[in-house]
């Protein structure tokens, strides 16, 4: 597998990220080619610090190849370009390989 992370960092108003991801960007990466697995999640810290992040996105696909083909459809230009609409904090975007190890 190979997978596409997205850390989002602390938007300026989390309810108006929240409503718009929920909304308006979701139903554009549903509509991404070969994601085998998406997953979101709101960043929670464990000793009571906030966290580095506000949520991370991921994207799972079957290799490398089928991610940047993907990206590069009208679908994932379309999901792309409407990150700068609500993530007024920024993003990061990592890309790896998944290799399990456990179990």
Same mark, same amino acid.
């Given at each position: 597998m190979y997978r596409v992370t997205i850390? !989002?960092?602390?938007p300026?108003?989390?309810? $108006? +990220?929240? #409503? !718009? !991801?929920?909304t308006k960007?979701?139903?554009?990466?549903?509509e991404i080619p070969n994601v085998k697995k998406f997953a979101v999640g709101k960043c929670d810290p464990l000793d009571g610090n906030p966290p580095a992040a506000y949520a991370l996105a991921e994207l799972r +696909? #079957?290799?490398?190849? #089928? $991610? /940047?083909? $993907? +990206?590069?459809?009208?679908? /994932?230009?379309?999901?792309a370009g409407d990150v700068a609409n609500f993530a007024t904090g920024g993003i990061s975007l990592l890309f790896s390989n998944e290799d399990t190890v456990l179990p």
């Amino acid at each position: 597998m190979y997978r596409v992370t997205i850390v !989002y960092n602390q938007p300026t108003d989390p309810a $108006a +990220f929240d #409503e !718009y !991801y929920a909304t308006k960007h979701l139903p554009l990466v549903r509509e991404i080619p070969n994601v085998k697995k998406f997953a979101v999640g709101k960043c929670d810290p464990l000793d009571g610090n906030p966290p580095a992040a506000y949520a991370l996105a991921e994207l799972r +696909f #079957e290799s490398k190849d #089928e $991610a /940047g083909q $993907a +990206f590069a459809s009208p679908q /994932g230009q379309s999901a792309a370009g409407d990150v700068a609409n609500f993530a007024t904090g920024g993003i990061s975007l990592l890309f790896s390989n998944e290799d399990t190890v456990l179990p």
